[in-house]
């Protein structure tokens, strides 16, 4: 018998293997340790940026990102002598642009939005489509004069580039206008635009693209782009809603469990967005609706230690994806993807500024006459400039078959180079021009309950008014919401033992939030706190009894009501009489 290594089960010998001090395997973590680099550049380079603390007043940090960007993807280019890998749209939308939109929704002032809500949809509807059916006959327009060699590029091709084109993005705004801090009114006006033009963009890039690939289109294709439009946004916005429901009936059982608050509110968050993606609606909208439903319910069950958290990881996400967006959109322009005419791109580039600048100001003057504080020419002006282009139109366009539209490297050099000038000369420029004009700046502090207290007020007395007058508007139903959802929706979603009193509960939520953010300023050190005032006048002050206290309650958070409706009853008798 030989002595040879004995064979295995199957048959076949056993490799001798020997230990190695020191091995190497890349591909087993490639993955992960890219993407951890790639976090880890992204974050350096913000520290950078805010070393030299006068840069980013200058420079928007986009910008900054997106020079990075294009400084890595040359290096990329030059090293491998290919082009650099282009940033895949389903890690867009899927993971990069959610933590942007959630963090967005949630801090979003949604009173200013819901009172501006008119406006917003007017602009992101109305608007969008302005700018996509002008941008795209009038680049057809162009197409038609052969000198530009053009004429192959058909109108759909044309109406589907202006719908991507024409798309406000969120990113870019909410990159621009926090820096320049511009003031609460133009700032929704502009970034609730962005939110809600995403279900109109969407649908119309699918209709042009489904129409740019049929033989023949048929008069019930276009009712059905229409009735898509509607089932998209408003889709979103109810599947945003009902998990916002679910989430807060959720954190109403999680008082002995806190420490898993915060993970309810991102999971619900991003299951409403990819929700809304699986069935083809505006994720956007989706999880705006959920964000901001969460925050007004789901605020109330959880401990100020789990809302710390949420806060702050949410921020920190928002920031590193925001981040990485930029960096990404540099790195994929450099590179094969080109193709220059330079006819298409400027005028491009020019029927972008015209149409955006005439939609805001031929739509402002209807949106005039109903609105009880006109849009001056300034907050006109700045909407209009303000209206930046980004990532959204950025993956769309490399979304597009190259077999159905073969000029798509074109159509990447324009939108690029539209990108480019929105981000870099207006988000430049943009700041100086509103230190210019003189456009009034956000104030942005904490409100004190005092102001709560008069804002409920002059609610009351305006709703009142419209009650005299006979006309439900947005005061009258906003009253009748609350009585909604006081007997109704917050019974069922917020835990029980909370304050009877509406009014001392924002009091002890407000004063909260503004210790936090004395602590945070450094300024903790230098105001008493409530407890040594307490111990301060305990000897001095008699306190009060429960009796009175209740009393106090009950004419803060009553009274406010009876008012309305005793002057309702009082001019009802006396119209009587």
Not at 155 to 162: M, S
Not at 170 to 188: G, R
Not at 505 to 510: A, D, H, I, R
Request: with cysteine.
């Amino acid at each position: 018998m030989g002595t040879g290594t004995p064979p295995s089960p199957s048959g076949t010998a056993f490799e001798e293997t020997r230990l190695h001090v020191f091995t190497l395997d890349y591909p087993h973590v490639q993955i992960p340790f890219e993407i951890t680099l790639w976090i880890l550049l992204a974050s350096i380079a913000k520290i950078g940026f805010h070393l030299y603390h006068k840069l980013p007043s200058i420079v928007p940090e986009s910008c900054l990102l997106i020079l990075v960007g294009l400084l890595l993807g040359g290096i990329i280019f030059g090293a491998e002598e290919k082009s650099p890998p282009v940033m895949n749209s389903d890690v867009f939308f899927l993971y990069l642009l959610p933590p942007i939109v959630l963090d967005a929704g949630y801090f979003m002032p949604t009173r200013l939005f819901f009172e501006n809500f008119g406006t917003i949809f007017w602009y992101a509807v109305v608007g969008t489509l302005w700018n996509a059916i002008g941008i795209g006959i009038s680049l057809f327009g162009i197409c038609q004069i052969s000198a530009f060699g053009l004429t192959d590029i058909t109108l759909l091709q044309n109406l589907l580039f202006g719908s991507l084109i024409s798309a406000v993005d969120p990113v870019a705004v909410l990159a621009v206008f926090e820096n320049i801090h511009v003031n609460e009114q133009l700032y929704i006006l502009v970034f609730g635009e962005s939110l809600l033009n995403d279900a109109i963009t969407v649908v119309l890039y699918n209709l042009f693209k489904s129409f740019c690939q049929m033989r023949t289109i048929q008069v019930i294709d276009i009712f059905a782009g229409i009735a898509n439009f509607f089932i998209v946004g408003i889709g979103g916005v109810l599947i945003g809603i009902l998990l916002g429901f679910v989430a807060a009936l959720t954190t109403r059982f999680t008082h002995k469990i806190r420490v898993i608050e915060p993970l309810f509110v991102f999971l619900y968050s991003y299951l409403s967005y990819i929700t809304a993606e699986m069935f083809h609606l505006s994720g956007i909208m989706a999880i705006t609706a959920c964000a901001m439903t969460m925050n007004k319910y789901v605020e109330e069950n959880v401990s100020q230690k789990s809302y710390t958290t949420i806060k702050y990881f949410m921020k920190m996400l928002s920031s590193v994806s925001e981040t990485l967006i930029f960096i990404f959109m540099g790195v994929s322009t450099v590179g094969k993807n080109h193709e220059w005419n330079w006819a298409f791109v400027s005028f491009t580039l020019l029927f972008c500024l015209i149409w955006r600048a005439l939609g805001v100001f031929v739509l402002t003057q209807i949106i005039n006459v109903f609105r009880t504080i006109p849009l001056t020419f300034k907050d006109q002006f700045i909407i209009a400039y303000g209206g930046l282009r980004g990532a959204i139109c950025f993956s769309l366009v490399f979304l597009l078959p190259p077999s159905v539209f073969p000029r798509k490297k074109l159509f990447i050099t324009a939108v690029i180079v539209v990108i480019f000038f929105t981000v870099f000369i207006q988000g430049i420029t943009i700041r100086p021009l509103v230190e210019f004009l003189d456009v009034k700046r956000s104030n942005k502090k904490q409100p004190a309950v005092s102001e709560e207290i008069y804002n409920r007020f002059f609610d009351h007395v305006k709703t009142g008014i419209e009650d005299v007058c006979g006309h439900w508007g947005h005061n009258f139903w906003r009253d009748k919401f609350k009585k909604f959802d006081n007997k109704y929706l917050r019974r069922l979603l917020i835990r029980e033992n909370q304050p009877k009193s509406s009014i001392v509960s924002l009091y002890k939520k407000l004063e909260i939030k503004h210790a936090i953010e004395m602590a945070e300023s450094g300024m903790i050190s230098k105001v008493p706190s409530s407890v040594s005032l307490s111990e301060y006048h305990e000897g001095k002050i008699k306190p009060l009894s429960p009796t009175e206290m209740e009393n106090m309650r009950e004419i803060l958070t009553k009274n406010l009501y009876q008012i309305r409706h005793r002057v309702r009853i009082k001019f009802c008798i006396h119209h009587v009489i």
